[in-house]
């Protein structure tokens, strides 16, 4: 399928402006996401509807905890993705093309197949999620389009790399997202993850601009993006430029892919994180891959008591009542938050 978002140039190179690389591409060629080619001066999509996965998945899974709690998210993805991240988790399909000669393998699927599957999982939403939604734009556009018109959220689980007119295109549709913000140095950006952190902070700023409800997770890396200095300033960012009632997910690191000669992250040091993020003023902090932890709970920033307690991607008692707190009566920020 031909891709949207493309400039041709002379020579039968093209640019592609789907993403902040803007790759420029030469004929026969494919941009850094390994999706996406160049033949004779037309940009293709390699993976319109070749799904390698899809699942109905908690919405905690995303992780969203402020979105809809309780409900199901029918979760698809193709392969590829536009960061080289040496943790990356899920790298045997993101970096399947750059780490197997170009390989693109899938399911084919149409944007109906979706939708149709959702309904029928009793999904309140679909999540773009697993590998980067960006790189299967074509796909998710005209699938959140669809849902859109039978009722159904959409949600995308993202690096935060799109381009603003990828944003502006997908936004009328596009209900919630969660955003990682990997780390908050252009060193870590470049080095770990083969991007840059300026685009990221821009995403996210437009994504609040534009109505999106966003979440943000960071994964903590020893020794690389988990210092005391570099998670206040990140924290503030978070505070000042999205607002305090930004939800804050912060994972521990388990080493995997090209990265594993770092330990797991310690404990204390997602803990000692997730003070930081609220002395600095967000009202909810939460930990990540530490199930049964405290940090995993919503708690009334107000009052703060216990309102939606949590085990893993489980909700094991939620008492918002009319998306307020019925203790002491705050609004409690986030969509569809009321026990279901």
């Known amino acids: 399928m031909e891709a949207y978002l493309y400039k041709p140039l002379k020579e039968k190179k093209v640019k592609c402006n789907l993403c902040s690389h803007r790759c420029i591409i030469k004929n026969g060629k494919r941009g850094i ?15 319109y509807g070749k799904l390698i996965a899809r699942h109905i998945d908690p919405i905690e899974k995303k992780p969203l905890f402020h979105f809809m709690p309780g409900s199901k998210s029918y979760s698809i993805a193709t392969v590829g993705c536009n960061f080289k991240c040496l943790f990356c988790q899920n790298a045997d399909i993101a ?14 699927c149409s944007p109906e197949d979706v939708v149709d599957a959702a309904e029928k999982g009793k999904c309140k939403s679909i999540a773009y999620t697993y590998t980067e939604p960006t790189v299967f734009f074509e796909f998710a556009f005209d699938t959140a389009k669809l849902a859109r018109e039978r009722g159904i959220k959409n949600v995308f689980i993202t690096n935060g790399y799109m381009s603003s007119e990828a944003l502006h ?19 870590f950006y470049k080095e770990i993850c083969g991007s840059r952190l300026e685009p990221v ?3 996210l700023k437009l994504m609040k601009k534009l109505g999106i409800f ?14 005391a200095e570099e ?10 430029s999205l607002g305090t009632d930004t939800p804050w997910h912060i994972s521990r690191f388990y080493p995997t892919y090209k990265l594993t000669d770092r330990p797991s992250t310690p404990v204390e040091s997602i803990a000692n994180a997730r003070e930081i993020g609220i002395k600095s003023g967000l009202r909810y902090v939460y930990t990540g891959n530490l199930p049964g932890d405290k940090g995993e709970n919503t708690f009334c920033y107000s009052c ?15 008492v918002v009542e009319n998306g307020c707190c019925p203790y ?9 938050l009321d026990k279901l």
């Open 328 to 336: 002491c009566g705050s609004q409690i920020d986030g969509i569809g």
């Open 95 to 108: 970096q399947m093309p750059s780490d197997h000669n170009g390989m693109i393998i899938g399911d084919l």
């Open 201 to 203: 902070k821009e995403t």
């Open 304 to 318: 703060g008591k216990i309102l939606i307690n949590r085990l893993g991607f489980s909700i094991i008692k939620n």
């Open 231 to 240: 998670l206040k300033e990140l924290a503030l960012f978070i505070a000042d």
């Open 169 to 187: 295109m997908i936004s009328p549709f596009l209900d919630a997202a969660n955003v990682d913000l990997k780390g908050f140095t252009e060193s």
């Open 214 to 227: 966003v979440e943000v997770t960071t994964l903590l890396i020893p020794g690389l993006n988990n210092g």
């Open 33 to 47: 996401c390994g999706v996406r080619e160049n033949r004779n001066g037309i940009l293709e999509s390699l993976v």
